[in-house]
């Protein structure tokens, strides 16, 4: 069973940095595609970064372009989100996720195949 852990969150100012981890565990990730999305109060599911795991693709949402910097290690089966200048607009919930089929990254949650528990993260104005 795959099973995914965030860790890193927490309370910055703005134009603060945090650094987000996904812990992977349960089956080999070759191939798959892991990303993460974000939930403030009150709002849907937004898209963030994806990365595929084995072909070193990223894709970004336009209000995190030149911020934040999705990334992976493999032998750790670790995925990273490096987040600078933040924002309080970046205030939210995040998840990662995971999909089977990397080959095509996916910004819509619905083509994600596992998640984790979510974690929060809060920037100060």
């Known amino acids: 069973q795959v099973q995914l852990v965030e860790s890193g969150g927490g309370l910055v100012q703005a134009g603060g940095s945090l650094r987000l981890s996904c812990a992977a565990s349960g089956r080999t990730f070759v191939n798959y595609a892991m990303a993460w999305f974000r939930q403030a109060p009150g709002k849907e599911h937004e898209f963030v970064a994806a990365i595929s795991w084995s072909w070193d693709r990223t894709v970004y949402t336009n209000s995190v372009k030149g911020r934040f910097t999705i990334s992976r290690d493999v032998a750790k089966n670790t995925v990273y989100l490096q987040m600078n200048s933040l924002k309080p607009e970046d205030t939210a919930v995040y998840y990662c996720?995971?999909?089977?089929?990397?080959?095509?990254?996916?910004?819509?949650?619905?083509?994600?195949?596992?998640w984790g528990q979510g974690i929060q993260v809060t920037v100060s104005s």
């Open positions: 996720a995971a999909r089977v089929d990397g080959f095509t990254l996916y910004t819509t949650e619905n083509r994600y195949d596992y």
